[in-house]
Nanobody
Framework: VQLQASGGGLVQAGGSLRLSCLASGSIFSINVVGWYRQAPGNEREWVAG???????????SVKGRFTISRDVSRDNAESTVYLQMNSLKPEDTAVYYCNLEQSGANYWGRGTQVTVSS
């Protein structure tokens, strides 16, 4: 399984960004996808997750501002996970990572930098 994240950038406070994570390889229908972030000097923290059945959950710090969604190709060979981030705050500045859990294994993509200026 390979994960490739994109969509980060520099945005002013109150702005929006959409992150994408393309997952390819042996992707099963029963899995959990998620986004994490890590700010300088901080530990990596969970931001949002979605089950294979489509249930989405969010960290309190982003609830109401961020939305996770996913598209799956017809042959299940690829899956794209999105993180729509609205009303961004300077404290949202971090490197964002996508994650996929399936069959007891954890897969990570390279991070994408999100910087929110005040």
């Amino acid at each position: 399984v390979q994960l490739q994240a994109s969509g980060g950038g520099l945005v002013q406070a109150g702005g929006s960004l959409r992150l994408s994570c393309l997952a390819s390889g042996s992707i099963f229908s029963i899995n959990v996808v998620g986004w994490y972030r890590q700010a300088p000097g901080n530990e990596r923290e969970w931001v949002a997750g979605m089950t294979g059945g489509g249930t989405a959950v969010y960290a309190d710090s982003v609830k109401g501002r961020f939305t996770i969604s996913r598209d799956v190709s017809r042959d299940n060979a690829e899956s794209t996970v999105y993180l729509q981030m609205n009303s961004l705050k300077p404290e949202d500045t971090a490197v964002y990572y996508c994650n996929l859990e399936q069959s007891g294994a954890n897969y990570w993509g390279r991070g994408t930098q999100v910087t929110v200026s005040s």
